[in-house]
């Protein structure tokens, strides 16, 4: 699979999801106290990330 969604620990003992496409990082979020958070923000990326508006700002 070219693309995924990865659930990892950082330094601080935090939740970070972060999205691949490759081996490239296109994005990563804020840290969360528990996995269920983590896997919370997944779900809310999903749902809302298709209908979300492009601003741009160049």
Do not use: C, Q, W
């Not at 990082?25 to 990330?49: C, P, R, V």
Request: avoid cysteine; aromatic fraction near 12%; proline fraction near 3%.
């Amino acid at each position: 699979m070219a693309h995924k969604f990865e659930i990892y620990k950082d330094k601080a003992g935090e939740f970070r999801v972060r999205f691949r496409y490759n081996a490239e990082i296109l994005f990563s979020t804020e840290g969360y106290s528990s996995k269920a958070s983590a896997k919370n923000a997944i779900d809310s990326i999903k749902k809302n990330g298709p209908e979300a508006p492009i601003e741009d700002n160049s």
